[in-house]
Every structure is written in structure tokens, then in C-alpha cells.
């Protein structure tokens, strides 16, 4: 069966060796199936990616807002309150320890 997310993701990183970009990709699917999840989880990220979709022609930054709606929830520990720091941070070196920043050229107008 055909993932289309799996593949909108391979399309944010075009220059990327393609084990890289998968890796991040399974990494990232697995943080969204965590059993404590009931809101924060694929769906939540699936919903909010048509969303995007929807607003795709009024907006300059599609590919950093994709970026930041992918990874905005990655980590979720119900008991802190600073998930979304922890998710960025998560985003960062996530990239970086696979040299995805490099091409990515969406986020931070290219520069990581």
C-alpha cells in the first residue's frame, strides 16, 4: 500500500539520500503511535496537513509551515508544558544528525 504521507514527506527533502529522509520519517511516525497519545497523534497531523493544503495559495512559507505542523507534536509527555520547545529542539537535531538541514531549503529561507 501506497503512503502518501511517507511520500509528501520524501518530497520536502528532494536532494536527500533517500535512507535519510526515511529514517527521520520512521522516527518521527513512531513518536506520533505512542500508546499515550488520544489527540496528539497521526490523525492529528494528517488533519492539520489537508488544512495546509487548503491554504497552500495564500501563503509564501508552505514548505516551513509543513515542516513545523509535522513536527510540532513529536514530543508529548502529558506531564510538562513545554512539548513544543522539546518538539523543536527534537526537529533540529533530528535534521541536523542526518544532514537533512542542508536540504531543506524551506525552513529559515535555507539557512538552519
Not at 10 to 26: G, I, R
Not at 54 to 80: C, G, P, V
Amino acid at each position: 500500500m501506497l503512503d502518501l504521507h511517507y511520500e509528501r514527506w520524501l518530497a520536502l527533502f528532494p536532494e536527500a539520500p533517500k535512507d535519510l529522509a526515511a529514517t527521520a520519517y520512521k522516527r518521527l511516525r513512531a513518536h506520533y503511535a505512542e500508546p499515550h497519545r488520544t489527540y496528539h497523534n497521526f490523525q492529528h497531523i494528517d488533519a492539520c496537513l489537508r488544512h495546509l493544503d487548503s491554504l497552500r495559495d495564500q501563503l509564501t512559507n508552505f514548505h516551513a509551515i509543513e515542516m513545523a505542523i509535522w513536527y510540532h507534536d513529536a514530543i508529548y509527555d502529558t506531564h510538562k508544558n513545554n512539548n513544543e520547545q522539546q518538539s523543536a529542539n527534537y526537529a533540529f537535531e533530528t535534521l541536523a544528525r542526518r544532514n537533512l538541514e542542508r536540504v531543506f531549503a524551506g525552513l529559515d529561507g535555507g539557512k538552519f
